[in-house]
């Protein structure tokens, strides 16, 4: 957990050329668990870097606290050394760019404004099949005060567009297209999903020419 304030310490050291830290807590083994570096004399508002380590002594969390705060960038990393997160607060609250990555190895990057969601999003997704089967994709779009705003478009990892759909605060409405592995549009129309308004379909087959289909799914682009 990270610690949004400092309460206490087990050890202090100093160094002639290293900055003095506070020993939060250590493992069995002895290894430090967590510890903070400070420029200046130590109270629960110094500001400094907190770093938090595995077991094993690597790093797993940093980060720089102000007057107690998290403030600055922050990155956290698995025990592959990996950044599985990463992102910069202001007074605790997150702004700009914020890349995680999931155990699977879907990643996204969002953009905050003030603690909330603004702006463009990449997202990768490693997405595993009830038939065993692996797909990678991408998936683009933009937040707009925390919720879907305007077109998400789905690629493979070719560049190659597979679906689209739009949304408008946060709720699917409007033209979305599905697609084949070539590109071409499948399915194309409007949708109204949260409303009792009409879904006007039109269906192609794989070489762009009108068709119809007895049955079909609909892919949404969902962040």
């Known amino acids: ?52 380590f595995f077991i094993d002594g690597k790093l797993k969390l940093t980060g720089h606290l102000k007057n107690g705060k998290k403030d600055g960038n922050w990155t956290e990393y698995n025990l592959h050394g990996d950044t599985v997160w990463k992102g910069t607060y202001e007074s605790e609250i997150l702004n700009g760019e914020v890349f995680e990555k999931n155990k699977n190895g879907s990643w996204f990057k969002t953009n905050y404004a003030k603690g909330i969601r603004e702006g463009k999003s990449t997202e990768f997704i490693v997405w595993e099949s009830d038939k065993n089967k692996t797909s990678f994709f991408y998936q683009f779009g933009q937040y707009s005060n925390g919720k879907p705003q305007g077109l998400w478009v789905r690629k493979d990892t070719n560049g190659i567009i597979l679906a689209e759909n739009t949304y408008v605060d946060g709720i699917i409405r409007g033209y979305f297209t599905n697609r084949y592995e070539n590109g071409k549009i499948k399915l194309k129309g409007e949708l109204n999903i949260d409303s009792a308004g009409t879904n006007n379909f039109d269906f192609y087959d794989s070489s762009g020419n009108k068709t119809e289909l007895n049955s079909y799914e609909i892919y949404l682009v969902e962040p």
């Open 1 to 52: 957990m990270i610690r949004a304030s400092i309460l206490f310490f087990l050890l202090i050291s100093f160094g002639s050329c290293d900055r003095p830290k506070a020993i939060f807590s250590k493992y069995p083994n002895g290894n430090v668990h967590e510890q903070f570096s400070f420029d200046s004399f130590f109270t629960k508002d110094t500001t400094g870097l907190l770093e938090v």
